[in-house]
T-cell receptor, first 114, second 116 residues
Framework: NAGVTQTPKFQVLKTGQSMTLQCAQDMNHEYMSWYRQDPGMGLRLIHYSVGAGITDQGEVPNGYNVSRSTTEDFPLRLLSAAPSQTSVYFC?????????????FGPGTRLTVL | GENVEQHPSTLSVQEGDSAVIKCTYSDSASNYFPWYKQELGKGPQLIIDIRSNVGEKKDQRIAVTLNKTAKHFSLHITETQPEDSAVYFCAASMRAGGTSYGKLTFGQGTILTVHP
């Protein structure tokens, strides 16, 4: 079991460029989430998905798009990167069996937007 | 929405001492409170959690307490060891809509350093 995997580990973009952060899980988890982590602010929820084809916004969704076509994958798209999106991005997954199921986090992608 | 405040932001202790990290939350609808440990360059990992119908939970050297009335919860680590050095995050979770998905709101994090 690889758990939650994220690619790339590091990325540098110029303002206005687009890119997709990849996230995959092999635990057959129903729920997946994207967070960003900024110094002194903890982790903030960007978007989440409660199943294939179902996504919803979190606390800081502006500038990000998601879709979920399979149970395993949950990519995060930046359509036009801005310096304010410089952050570390974490993907997480959890089983949908109970409300208090543990969220398992990936290793993160460190993104710098110049 | 929910707001979680965490203190202190940094905590330095000697090996063998106890460490306490405190969090407060604002929304009484939150009913699940996990604690995560994040080591350098890694994603957060769950170390202990507590549900709103429980006042205290213990797992070896770590314990969590919850005061629902005051909307406070705390992490206690006893007999600290250098490998406990990491960033610790508290979180509060409430159910999203008609699903069993729990939306997590995190505290700002505490950098714990345990000196040998």
């Amino acid at each position: 079991n690889a758990g939650v995997t994220q690619t790339p580990k590091f990325q540098v973009l110029k303002t206005g460029q687009s890119m997709t952060l990849q996230c995959a899980q092999d635990m057959n988890h129903e729920y997946m989430s994207w967070y960003r982590q900024d110094p002194g602010m903890g982790l903030r929820l960007i978007h989440y998905s409660v199943g294939a084809g179902i996504t919803d916004q979190g606390e800081v969704p502006n500038g990000y798009n998601v879709s979920r076509s399979t149970t395993e994958d949950f990519p995060l798209r930046l359509l036009s990167a801005a310096p304010s999106q410089t952050s570390v991005y974490f993907c997480a997954s959890s089983s949908g069996v109970r409300f208090y199921n543990e969220q398992f986090f990936g290793p993160g992608t460190r993104l710098t937007v110049l | 929405g929910e707001n979680v405040e965490q203190h202190p932001s940094t905590l330095s202790v000697q090996e063998g001492d106890s460490a306490v990290i405190k969090c407060t939350y604002s929304d009484s609808a939150s009913n699940y409170f996990p604690w995560y440990k994040q080591e350098l360059g890694k994603g957060p990992q769950l170390i202990i959690d507590i549900r709103s119908n429980v006042g205290e939970k213990k797992d070896q050297r770590i314990a969590v307490t919850l005061n629902k009335t005051a909307k406070h919860f705390s992490l206690h680590i006893t007999e600290t060891q250098p490998e406990d050095s990491a960033v610790y995050f508290c979180a509060a979770s409430m159910r999203a809509g008609g699903t069993s998905y729990g939306k997590l709101t995190f505290g700002q994090g505490t950098i714990l350093t345990v000196h040998p």
